[in-house]
């Protein structure tokens, strides 16, 4: 059962300020900022030195939530999971810490580090709605100051884990028995354009949710009746009455995947797995099926 005050899918703007003015007992809050830009790696630190959320770190998606690449993996591999729990500990996140994590707007970079503590066992983790954008929005201030971290602190959430993934080779002997959710773009899940990588099209199989599809015009996540009722109708899905265990989660390479995972928590659709490596993996191997198109029954 959650506590007062306990938040493990997403927190409005206006909740966070209500913690800074103090109208929250318990633990300290832990604040992280994950812009990023792909095409432009350190953008997104540098816009947080301009100026972040009061106290809040930083986390880069390529050194601080991915591993390095190597020949057979996929763009944004995930990290050693001991060193991102030590990480973790060293923002000052322990087990009644509340953590939240916030980009630009949309989440899809954020969305990658509540997934990783839920991996590590912390569940208190909540995405900002509507992130930095609608925190200067709702009258939020803005703060230049870098925190210290906590040198020699204890690894946070490495008690258990409340995520899972697979790797390609286990997917690629799962296809056929698993609903395998593409959280990329209609376009590239097509094979009509691949702006990133070098091949086009999608794994066999796979249906396509655009993480883009979770949030409103405003770029907040759809209440979830809205949510759960479009995860629910997308084919392959329709039999799913409780939980989402059986399916898998994946985009480019195993980020914006997480959104979709966030969103299906949300719907009450808890339990899917993540494809890590993604689709940026699963092309290493040029023996590797791909199709084009959409969906096919």
Known sequence: MKEQNEYDTVVTPDTLKAYFTGQYDGPPWVVVDCRF??????QGREEYHA?????????????????????????????????????????????????VVYDQGSGAIAARLWWLLRWIGHGRAALLEGGYAAWLAAGGTMDAGVP??????????VQGEHASWTGTEELAV???????????????????????DTV?????????RPFSDNLDKDGRFH???????????????T???????????MCGSGVT????????????????????GSWSEWIRDPSRAVETGDYIT
């Open 37 to 42: 830009n792909l095409m432009q790696p350190q």
């Open 51 to 99: 100026g972040h959320i009061p106290g809040a770190f930083y986390a880069h998606l390529d050194a601080d939530l991915s591993s390095p690449v190597t020949p057979d993996s996929g763009r944004h591999p995930l990290p050693d999971r001991d060193a991102f729990a030590r990480l973790a500990g060293s923002w000052g996140v322990g087990p009644d810490t509340q953590v």
């Open 148 to 157: 210290e971290r906590i040198e020699d602190a204890s690894p946070a959430g």
């Open 174 to 196: 799962a296809l056929g028995r698993v609903r395998l959710i593409d959280a990329r773009d209609a376009a590239r899940f097509r094979g009509e354009q691949e702006p990133i």
């Open 200 to 208: 086009a099209g999608h794994i066999p199989g796979a249906i396509n």
């Open 223 to 237: 209440d979830a009746d809205t949510l759960r009722r479009q995860f629910l109708s997308l084919p392959e899905m």
């Open 239 to 249: 039999d799913i009455t409780e939980g989402a265990a059986g399916v898998v989660n």
């Open 257 to 276: 995947a997480c959104h979709n995972i966030l969103a299906m928590e949300i719907a009450g659709l808890g339990g899917s797995t993540l494809y890590a």
